[in-house]
């Protein structure tokens, strides 16, 4: 289990890292320190964050929102998921149910990360935000969040 604590952390929201604003104290599983790790960001770079993952597979949703995003989801759990910038850096979307929570960088606009309505408790992670990660080699899962009630 990964536990957070520190100023500025959020249980179960965000895990905070080495951000200007807010330091966070992040104890790694041992599951989780056997995984690559991968840094990401936003566009402008103003969100950075950090994921350890196996990523095998990827996701393409055909909603409404992910089918005009393009986005490549990989979904990690809350100890696999590290944010190193600081809040308010971020905006957050929600639309039709307001179950799913889109978080969106308020400088150039690119959506690096979400919570997912059907699995709120995972970070669900845009992998084109990843550095090192070879996009042609893993495997695309097609998701119908379309027919979602």
Known sequence: MCVRSGPGAIPGRFPLGRGRARLGV???SVEA???PRYLGS???GKVRFAVDAEIDHVRVCDCSICRRRGALIHRVEEGQFELLSPLDELATYRFNTRQATDYFCTHCGILP???PRTAPHLWAVNVRCLEGVDLDAIPVEH?????LP
């Open 113 to 115: 990360f979400r919570r």
């Open 26 to 28: 992040r104890s790694f």
């Open 42 to 44: 936003c566009h402008c």
């Open 33 to 35: 320190a056997r995984l």
């Open 143 to 147: 998701v119908s969040g379309s027919r």
